[in-house]
Structure formats: structure tokens, C-alpha cells
Nanobody
Framework: QVQLVESGGGLVQAGDSLRLSCAAS????????MAWFRQAPGKEREFVAT????????IYADSVKGRFTISRDNAKNTVYLQMSSLKPEDTAVYYC???????????????WGQGTQVTVSS
């Protein structure tokens, strides 16, 4: 069992940077693939990025590649999403998720945080 709590969201201007954090509880946290998803108003929740348990690989959605970086610190049971060159279209609620294997599909992740709002003004 893993419980996830996101933090770090806020209101920023286009071009700014922001770092999201997701603190996890659970003894087997390092075994899980972790991911970030986001959901804008009126839209489906979409995949943003994912990272393996050992940080040996990361995968990004095309829309954020080169601007966002996912990382994790297993000693702190925390996964991060560093977001740079933010755009108004990045505005969404960002969710942290944990699962047993790599996937871009939300249904493949068993554990979810409550979400943190990111708003990018133009």
C-alpha cells in the first residue's frame, strides 16, 4: 500500500518554473513506477511523465518533453516534477501516481494523490 501527497502547485506566469513534489508512504515505495498525470478543466486526465523505481529510465509526453523533468529520491520517498518554460496550456491539476509497471494509461496506476493545482497565466 502506498499513500501519496502532492505539493508545490501555484499560480505562475508563462515562462516561469515550478517544482512539484509527491511524498509517499509505504515500505516498498522504491519498487513502484511513479508517474505524473494532469487534468485540465473539461478534459481527460493525461499522462505527463513516468520514472522507474531505480530511476534507470524516464518517459515523457511529447507536450512536455524538453521542458519537464521527473526525478525521485527513494531515501526521501519523494518524486518530483520540475517544470520549466511553463505555458498557459500547462494549467491543470497535477496528480502523482504509483504503479507496478510502466504505462501511459491512468487505469494502470493503483495509487493516486489528491492533486495540486498549477495555473499559468499569459
Amino acid at each position: 500500500q502506498v499513500q501519496l501527497v502532492e505539493s508545490g502547485g501555484g499560480l505562475v506566469q508563462a515562462g516561469d518554473s515550478l517544482r512539484l513534489s509527491c511524498a509517499a508512504s509505504g515500505r516498498t515505495y522504491s519498487d513502484y513506477t511513479m508517474a505524473w498525470f494532469r487534468q485540465a478543466p473539461g478534459k481527460e486526465r493525461e499522462f505527463v511523465a513516468t520514472i522507474s523505481g531505480s530511476s534507470s529510465w524516464t518517459i515523457y509526453a511529447d507536450s512536455v518533453k524538453g521542458r519537464f523533468t521527473i526525478s525521485r529520491d527513494n531515501a526521501k520517498n519523494t518524486v518530483y516534477l520540475q517544470m520549466s518554460s511553463l505555458k498557459p496550456e500547462d494549467t491543470a491539476v497535477y496528480y502523482c501516481a504509483g504503479g507496478e509497471y510502466y504505462s501511459r494509461l491512468r487505469n494502470d496506476y493503483a495509487y493516486w494523490g489528491q492533486g495540486t493545482q498549477v495555473t499559468v497565466s499569459s
